[in-house]
């Protein structure tokens, strides 16, 4: 009796657990995006931002925030490291996609490379959130250019939000990760997910 009593508290006590996929193209800022994140939603440091070298592979961030346990998996944006992207559609929940908004002369770059990933079926009704990053620096544009460059008023297959953000100073990067899992929860994804994994 006890035993199935404690597992009844546990179930109802257990939080969710959703993988977010953090992409964009080289230097856009995706891993001082993760760090700053660790220093945010958790007590651990974050990794000092000049120590950060450009990511060959993966990164992966766990943390609990939210009222749910998140994963980031964080991707090498590399044109050579692209082709592993697709490796960890299925069991992505969400999707960041991260924007170096001082360099709108990659816009196009990252445009291709973040429809080819909202084209792979394996990615379909995967919310986005798409990081307008280094809002900080001299000659950042604002989010109305960006969501244009993007095509985000087009979408409506999605949710999705352009959020202008500093992975240096953490501005506007708490309430963009409470937004994707806030639309991860509503996401009728996050059950055909779940579902894939056990």
């Given at each position: 009796m006890f035993t199935l009593f404690s597992g009844c508290i546990e179930h109802l006590c257990r939080k969710d657990q959703f993988h977010l996929l953090i992409l964009g193209v080289d230097k856009s800022g995706k891993t001082n995006v993760l760090e700053k994140l660790k220093q945010l939603l958790t007590d651990l440091p974050g990794m000092d931002p000049s120590q950060i070298m450009p990511t060959v592979g993966l990164n992966v961030g766990k943390m609990e925030a939210f009222n749910s346990q998140l994963v980031f998996w964080d991707l090498g944006g590399q044109p050579g490291l692209r082709s592993i992207w697709d490796k960890y559609y299925a069991e992505t929940h969400g999707l960041v996609f991260v924007v170096d908004a001082t360099d709108p002369e990659r816009f196009d770059e990252a445009k291709v490379a973040l429809d080819k990933a909202l084209g792979?079926?394996?990615?379909?009704?995967?919310?986005?959130?798409?990081?307008?990053?280094?809002?900080?620096?001299?000659?950042?544009?604002?989010?109305?250019?960006?969501?244009?460059?993007?095509?985000?008023?087009?979408?409506?297959?999605?949710?999705?939000?352009?959020?202008?953000?500093?992975?240096?100073?953490?501005?506007?990067?708490?309430?963009?990760?409470?937004?994707?899992?806030?639309?991860?929860?509503?996401?009728?994804?996050?059950?055909?997910?779940?579902?894939?994994?056990?």
């Amino acid at each position: 009796m006890f035993t199935l009593f404690s597992g009844c508290i546990e179930h109802l006590c257990r939080k969710d657990q959703f993988h977010l996929l953090i992409l964009g193209v080289d230097k856009s800022g995706k891993t001082n995006v993760l760090e700053k994140l660790k220093q945010l939603l958790t007590d651990l440091p974050g990794m000092d931002p000049s120590q950060i070298m450009p990511t060959v592979g993966l990164n992966v961030g766990k943390m609990e925030a939210f009222n749910s346990q998140l994963v980031f998996w964080d991707l090498g944006g590399q044109p050579g490291l692209r082709s592993i992207w697709d490796k960890y559609y299925a069991e992505t929940h969400g999707l960041v996609f991260v924007v170096d908004a001082t360099d709108p002369e990659r816009f196009d770059e990252a445009k291709v490379a973040l429809d080819k990933a909202l084209g792979a079926r394996e990615l379909v009704g995967a919310p986005l959130l798409l990081i307008a990053n280094k809002q900080d620096a001299e000659g950042a544009v604002d989010m109305q250019e960006v969501s244009e460059a993007f095509g985000l008023g087009k979408m409506d297959s999605i949710p999705c939000i352009v959020q202008p953000a500093s992975a240096y100073t953490g501005q506007g990067l708490v309430d963009g990760i409470k937004w994707l899992v806030e639309a991860v929860k509503r996401s009728p994804r996050r059950y055909h997910v779940t579902a894939r994994r056990r």
